[in-house]
């Protein structure tokens, strides 16, 4: 069976970010490589030894991948998508968006809507965005 996993890059921030996460979703950090620690070191772009050359974050039966920016091209920015967390009650919905939210900026504040208990949309301190919801309207 085929797996979807997001793979996000970050510059300069990987470590940081993926460790907040780590905190804040609950999930477990499985990985976490430098990339001076990736064979062969002659292949590592100067200045780039210490900044995360992968790392893999596990959340219950989905992974979160992500790297710091490693091509000598400019980095753009994270942009063009966004993670979506459900959680099954509004409780935890709402302790992961005000994580996610300490430090970012709140496009959609938390609230009720047509499909889910409990909705809102976030970009996090390191760039990334988040729709987190809570459980789904019943019919």
């Not at 991948?65 to 919905?93: C, H, Q, R």
């Not at 009720?112 to 987190?132: A, C, H, L, Q, Y």
Request: glycine letters at 10%; proline letters at 9%.
């Amino acid at each position: 069976m085929s797996q979807l996993e997001p793979y996000i890059h970050f510059d300069g921030t990987c470590a940081e970010a993926m460790r907040f996460y780590e905190r804040a979703l609950g999930g477990k950090l499985e990985m976490m490589m430098k990339a001076s620690d990736a064979p062969p070191p002659s292949q590592v772009p100067p200045g780039k030894g210490d900044q995360i050359m992968h790392a893999r974050l596990v959340l219950g039966d989905r992974t979160l991948l992500a790297s710091d920016w490693m091509s000598p091209a400019p980095f753009e920015g994270i942009k063009g998508f966004s993670l979506s967390l459900t959680y099954p009650n509004v409780a935890e919905a709402q302790r992961v968006f005000d994580a996610l939210a300490a430090g970012g900026k709140i496009n959609m504040p938390m609230a009720k809507t047509f499909w889910s208990e409990i909705f809102g949309m976030v970009v996090d301190r390191f760039g990334v965005p988040w729709m987190v919801s809570g459980p789904m309207v019943k019919y």
